[in-house]
């Protein structure tokens, strides 16, 4: 065996394998939604993909200096010019180095093409998050199952009932979600989706009075998808309020348009839905006030 084919080999293989990894790193979902949803590809988690991803990743550059070891007479060929003599700044480096730069810069300042690679990767990512369904709060898994409830607004008892209809019995009230979600072969979305009971057909869903993980992201349409609330009467009210509106904007670009923050146009949709239904049972609806809060969403 010759160490030096063997280098050759190993930085080729490993490098198929970091690209692998990194296509799928590139359309993981987030992991908030990853963790709750137990997303898994080819058996493997998030983050076991992320770590085969970071050693494999290491081995790749380890195999790497090697090869440029046994290869530095062929390198030191590439930077001389036509008089043989050494030159770092070649032509072919200065363009390597150009493209390279561009690359950064276009990346840190969002220009396409650079931003319309992350834009896709942020649209697919939001795109599983409808799909696989939002926690409730950051790390709702790692949660004890009585204070998950209780930050959702939930009644324990009723939680507790509804999840005996289906065959799930606690250890403890303050057992940990995602161990009763394992315990029964279940991801926590599913066994949240058994405990938080929707609105009876017709009712108006009312927001959460926090924004769930990812709002700002989410476009006006996708939020009323995901709360069963009416769009087009939503858009109509804010127009009214004198606000240019696209519902297919994300939530956090729409707030800067019109000179808002993030939770502040928040605040003002979740207005909206409780005037409705306010008006929709005949209650007099009390004014409500914008909530200054710092917490981004």
């Known amino acids: ?36 949803s137990d997303w898994r590809l080819w058996g493997l988690s998030k983050e076991q993909w992320g770590n085969i991803h970071i050693n494999t990743g ?5 195999a790497l200096i090697l090869h440029i ?39 840190h300042f969002g220009i396409p093409p650079f ?14 998050a409808l799909k696989y369904g939002e926690p409730p709060f950051g790390h709702a898994e ?10 959702t607004g939930l009644d324990f008892n009723q939680s507790v009932a509804k999840l005996k209809e289906k065959g799930i019995e606690l250890d403890a009230p303050n057992q940990i979600f995602l161990e009763i979600a394992k315990k029964y072969n279940m991801t926590p ?12 057909p017709g009712d108006t869903r ?10 700002g992201n989410r476009s006006l349409s ?41 939770i502040e146009l928040y605040d003002l949709i979740k207005e909206i839905v409780k005037t409705a239904a306010s008006s929709e049972t005949g209650e007099s609806s009390a004014e409500v006030s914008f909530a200054k809060d710092t917490r981004s969403l």
């Open 222 to 262: 996708q939020l009323c998808q995901e709360f069963k609330l009416d769009c087009e009467n939503i858009t109509k009210a804010l127009v009214q309020k004198g606000m240019q509106v696209d519902s297919a904007t994300s939530l956090k670009a729409l707030a800067t348009e019109n000179d808002l923050t993030s």
């Open 142 to 151: 790692e949660a004890p199952f009585d204070s998950l409830v209780k930050k």
């Open 115 to 128: 931003s319309s690679i992350l834009n896709f990767s942020q649209n697919i990512k939001d795109a599983a």
């Open 69 to 107: 070891y046994y290869n530095w007479n062929h390198i030191v060929k590439y930077l001389k010019d036509r008089t043989k003599n050494l030159k770092v700044f070649t032509g072919n480096f200065n363009v390597a180095l150009v493209l390279t730069v561009v690359c950064i810069l276009g990346t």
């Open 1 to 36: 065996m010759k160490f030096r084919k063997i280098t050759s080999l190993t930085a080729g293989l490993t490098f198929l394998v970091t690209v692998l990894t990194s296509v799928i790193l590139y359309i993981v979902p987030q992991g908030r939604v990853a963790y709750w």
């Open 189 to 200: 979305q599913q066994v949240f989706d058994i405990i938080n009971i929707k609105p009876p």
């Open 58 to 62: 290491i081995l790749f550059l380890l």
């Open 206 to 215: 009312q927001l959460p009075e926090v924004p769930p993980p990812g709002t």
